[in-house]
């Protein structure tokens, strides 16, 4: 997975992940609790390697952004 960015404001998020369809396919945004409040993580897909996330990371930056790989290893 690719972490793409994060915001504060739920609204923000929305706004990148809609902006982010039009390129990725698969984009979530997952809400997460810290003790100043809720943060909402806008993530790209999901891939079978952490070469084609690489690959999708560096798209990405393209868009302006700084995404961090993320292994989600169950």
């Known amino acids: 997975t690719v972490h793409a960015a994060q915001y504060v404001e739920e609204e923000n998020a929305r706004l990148l992940k809609e902006r982010l369809s039009a390129k990725f396919e698969i984009i979530s945004i997952i809400p997460g609790a810290t003790n100043l409040g809720t943060v909402y993580h806008v993530e790209v897909g ?3 390697t952490e070469e084609k996330a ?8 393209q868009e302006g952004l700084e995404p961090v790989v993320i292994r989600k290893d169950h």
Request: aromatic share 10%; net charge positive; proline share 0%.
């Open 54 to 61: 690489e690959i999708v990371a560096r798209r990405v930056t």
């Open 46 to 48: 999901v891939y079978a």
